[in-house]
């Protein structure tokens, strides 16, 4: 079992930052492929950002490219994801969840475990 615990969400203002952060028990956590996804009120979960298990591969969904930037910590079993220019409709719970198969995925049933969520919400 990996239980996924994140922090770091919170109200910012368009053009802010955030940094989320997802710890994760065991001691497997550096050979999960990790990813981050997001759910808005009233849509479906939608996948923002996926890593490796060694970090060498990262994905991004078209609308935070250049913005948002995933990266993970193997010594300190956690993934992070930076969001940078913020905007009203990044506003969303945001998940991370582990995959202990492969390949990297970016469809909600690619991935095994989940966390809770962190609300991030971006005012105009």
């Known amino acids: 079992q990996v239980q996924l615990v994140e922090s770091g969400g919170g109200l910012v203002q368009a053009g802010g930052s955030l940094r989320l952060s997802c710890a994760a028990s065991?001691?497997?956590?550096?050979?999960?492929?990790m990813g981050w996804f997001r759910q808005a009120p009233g849509k479906e979960r939608e996948f923002v950002a996926a890593?490796?298990?060694?970090?060498?591969?990262?994905y991004y969904t078209d609308s935070v490219k250049g913005r948002f930037t995933i990266f993970r910590d193997n010594a300190k079993n956690t993934v992070y994801l930076q969001m940078n220019s913020l905007k009203p409709e990044d506003t969303a719970v945001y998940y991370c969840?582990?995959?202990?198969?492969?390949?990297?995925?970016?469809?909600?049933?690619?991935?095994?475990?989940w966390g809770q969520g962190a609300q991030v919400t971006v005012s105009s």
């Open positions: 890593i490796s298990w060694s970090g060498a591969r990262t």
């Open positions: 065991g001691r497997t956590f550096s050979s999960y492929h």
């Open positions: 969840a582990a995959s202990t198969r492969g390949p990297i995925g970016r469809k909600f049933n690619d991935y095994d475990y």
